[in-house]
């Protein structure tokens, strides 16, 4: 059975930086795409960023360019997401995701596999 564990989310300043964390398992991990995405009550989800199978491509949503940072460790089985300069916008609660195997990485909500349950992140100004 496929799982998708987030941790690392939590109450933070803006300005400030968190580190989340997806457990994988279930899965030869780093024969998929990793994908992270985030939800606001009230908002549709948002596709934050993916990471090829072997770590070599990243795409990030315009909204977390160059302040974001996605990374894998395919011999831990996870992946991560590094925060930083988090403004209040940022708030939400964020979700790893596996992409179908052989799918480039893409932002798009429809066509993941398999989500994780995920965790909150609320950034206060």
């Known amino acids: 059975e496929v799982q998708l564990v987030e941790s690392g989310g939590g109450l933070v300043q803006a300005g400030g930086s968190l580190r989340l964390s997806c457990a994988a398992s279930?899965?030869?991990?780093?024969?998929?795409?990793i994908g992270w995405f985030r939800q606001a009550p009230g908002k549709e989800r948002e596709g934050v960023s993916c990471i090829s199978e072997k770590g070599d491509q990243e795409f990030y949503a315009p909204s977390v360019q160059g302040r974001f940072k996605v990374s894998r460790d395919n011999t831990k089985k996870q992946a991560y997401l590094q925060m930083s300069s988090l403004k209040p916008e940022d708030t939400a609660v964020y979700h790893c995701?596996?992409?179908?195997?052989?799918?480039?990485?893409?932002?798009?909500?429809?066509?993941?596999?398999?989500w994780g349950q995920g965790t909150q992140v609320t950034v206060s100004s």
């Open positions: 279930g899965f030869t991990f780093d024969d998929y795409s």
């Open positions: 995701a596996q992409l179908p195997f052989g799918t480039t990485c893409h932002l798009r909500g429809t066509g993941y596999a398999s």
